[in-house]
């Protein structure tokens, strides 16, 4: 009785709101179609798959290629360069967005508000192939600009795509400068919501620009930073496999070696096919766990969170 007056509910919110669920069908069947189907492939990880015998068909083999995995001797380096340059990344990038967002929006001129916005944006639309070719150009050891601009001061050139202790810096530094910008909408949407009255009654109380970023526009949008920054630790473990594997080398390997360029070569480089997804599923295990974690804990301390 109660699961038919549920299911009357439903259709009747569902006729009620036909159109937005009509706009949404395309997502649903885009998430369903890419995402929950291929799931059902993840069985390869726990069999001896072979191209051409099929998903299913192939031997029982349990936890072995996990065991493979964590017993090889460049398991524990992999992980730690999943982790350090996602948790460097984390920790640099994901205030840059949200301070440029306040600066941005304390900006009194339109055109001028407007014109840095959008130079900020257009990064965000570079390839990664061609962001890549612009680090090497900058920072190339024989004719970076970069180097150039050391020689012309007096100093010594410096190898900095061949030097291991640059990798990070360069690979997170990069990514900072392609994704603030962009990544500063969701905090600008949200700062132009503040009601304008507290604002006006800071004035009044002749509070500084500064205490007011400090005192309403940050606990105003902390909810939105709470989400993103859940969302952010949900991707702990995934780091873009083109960047690193175009910028990496086998003098940086020590640093630039990460999970992605692993499955890559062992999966599609050496037909490893139940090797690699054994890996991938380790590493969306791990994300979940941080996401699940990270929205526990959010929802205790601020009671914002995502589910």
């Not at 340059?85 to 984390?90: A, T, W």
């Not at 390997?253 to 690699?276: D, H, K, L, M, Q």
């Not at 766990?289 to 990270?294: D, E, K, P, R, T």
Request: net charge positive; glycine share 8%; with cysteine.
């Amino acid at each position: 009785m109660q699961t038919r007056l549920k299911l009357r509910v439903f259709i009747k919110i569902l006729n009620r709101d036909k159109i937005l669920a009509l706009m949404f069908l395309p997502f649903f069947i885009y998430y369903i179609v890419f995402s929950y189907i291929p799931m059902t492939g993840l069985v390869i990880a726990f069999k001896d798959f072979r191209p051409g015998s099929g998903i299913y068909a192939g031997p029982w083999v349990g936890v072995k290629w996990f065991a493979e995995f964590f017993q090889s001797v460049y398991a524990y380096r992999m992980v730690r360069n999943t982790v350090l340059i996602s948790l460097y990344s984390l920790v640099y990038g994901f205030p840059v967005p949200i301070l440029f967002a306040v600066c941005v929006t304390e900006i009194k001129f339109l055109r001028v508000r407007r014109f840095v916005q959008t130079a900020s944006y257009l990064p965000h639309f570079i390839s990664v192939v061609v962001l890549v070719g612009m680090i090497n150009n900058l920072f190339s050891m024989n004719n970076g600009i970069i180097n150039n601009v050391i020689l012309k001061l007096g100093g010594k050139p410096i190898n900095f795509l061949m030097d291991p202790s640059w990798f990070r810096t360069l690979y997170i530094g990069s990514g900072i400068w392609q994704g603030f910008g962009f990544s500063s909408i969701l905090y600008i949407a949200a700062i132009t919501g503040i009601d304008p009255n507290l604002y006006e009654a800071a004035k009044i109380d002749g509070i500084t620009r500064f205490k007011q970023a400090y005192h309403i526009t940050i606990p105003m949008i902390l909810p939105t930073i709470i989400i993103l920054f859940i969302m952010q630790l949900g991707r702990i473990m995934s780091i873009g496999f083109e960047k690193i594997f175009l910028m990496g080398s086998t003098t940086t390997a020590e640093v630039s070696s990460v999970i992605p360029t692993f499955v890559y070569n062992r999966g599609i480089g050496n037909s490893e096919f139940s090797f690699a997804t054994a890996v991938g599923f380790f590493n969306s295990v791990i994300n979940f766990v941080f996401v699940y974690a990270s929205n526990r804990i959010c929802r205790a301390l601020t009671n914002t969170s995502l589910w």
